[in-house]
């Protein structure tokens, strides 16, 4: 998978060269592109920002260097064109899942105000949010993004059966996890978890995770 970030800060990506991600860019599982949209601005002063028409505070990103930068890098619009926004859809497992099918993702970084709605018109495939929230920027949401997504792509994780099993795959939490030793602080591992008795195992487990999905997330069970 090819994945292309602009953004106005990207040396905050170097988060991504670390820990499961960044063995998996190293072993080639993935391609990570950041570029810099002040590059492209043809300001003298490379300025990416105005004040909004129509007035109201902040400023709001201009969008000859975003339009300009989007088309540089995917002239013939082969990825699926990203903007983290806290407007767009929330972001969820089966849209993580959707867009891991994709060979080629890019995803737009907003900052101050927003970016200027006409590179949305023009340039931008779907809005994402990653909560109902508001962040000073784009790069973490769209760093949650390809993390998650990441997960999908083969052999980036030890094992496939992870994503089977985690939280929100099945529309459910996970049930809760337990490893050695088997006492710990007098809390002991549940005795079905040492059974060997693999049907009453995976039943415990269902029955947990609908337990604390119902106590947690309980409108995830709504319209079941």
Known sequence: MKIDVLTLFPEMFVALDSSLMGKAKEKGLFELNCHNI?????DKHKKCDDTPFGGGAGMVMTP???HDCINAVDPKHKAVRIYMSPRGKRLNQQIVKELSQNSDLLILCGHYEGVDQRVIALDIDM?????????SGGELPAM??????????????GNSQSTVDESFSSDLLEYPQYTR????????????????????????????????????????????
């Open 144 to 157: 949650t993004l390809i993390d998650a997504v990441l997960r999908y792509v083969p052999n980036v994780l």
């Open 127 to 135: 809005e994402i949010s990653v909560g109902d929230y508001v962040l």
């Open 64 to 66: 000859q260097p975003i």
């Open 38 to 42: 002040r590059n492209y601005s043809i």
């Open 181 to 224: 030793p088997q006492e710990f602080c007098r809390l002991s591992v549940p005795d079905v978890l040492v059974s060997g008795n693999h049907q009453n195992i995976e039943q415990w487990r269902r029955e947990q995770s609908i337990e604390i999905t119902r106590r947690v997330r309980p409108d995830l069970l709504e319209d079941k």
